[in-house]
């Protein structure tokens, strides 16, 4: 039952994905801000989807154990007197057991919706990379749109040497020191 929450829980993650997706050019400094909780929040989810995959196969192997335990320990409630008790009629008898295949369907789902959760999870990275990319050519565009003037003497030459200066000195002051 409390696999059972865990999965909803998943599906109800996998409704929000394109609206998480999306990124609003107008608003990128929302979207930055989101980015880490909402890779943060699908990669828990993905998480939490592996562990109930895991789960799940745990749980089927067992039945699948526990049935072919009960085949072979009284093969006659499974077989008729002209039924041959072959390996290959015991694994048809466990794999054609209704606990097996309902424990096997619940594997599938949960499968299914941690590969689901996983490619999500990669998506958000690319998300990602996408507002990296998408603010580099912005800032390219912003760059190429103002004309600042070069003026021998100006403000910003006038910074450089200062800066250039500060930076010699402590080089210097650190090879005194050594």
Known sequence: MRRRMKMRKAKKSVNSYRADLTID?????????RQPQLYYDWSQAAAEAEVDRDEAKEDLDI???DVEDKVRTKPHLYFTDDESQTEQAIKVKVHSHRKVKR?????????????LLRKAENA????KRMIESYLYH???MVEGEVNVPRVPGTYEKRMNKRTSERIKRQLQTKRKRK
Not at 103 to 115: M, T
């Open 138 to 140: 912005y800032h390219k």
């Open 63 to 65: 039945a699948m154990i």
């Open 103 to 115: 424990l096997r369907a619940v594997y599938h789902e949960a499968l299914r919706a941690f590969k």
């Open 124 to 127: 958000f990275e690319q998300r």
């Open 25 to 33: 050019p107008t608003d990128l400094d929302n979207e930055i801000l």
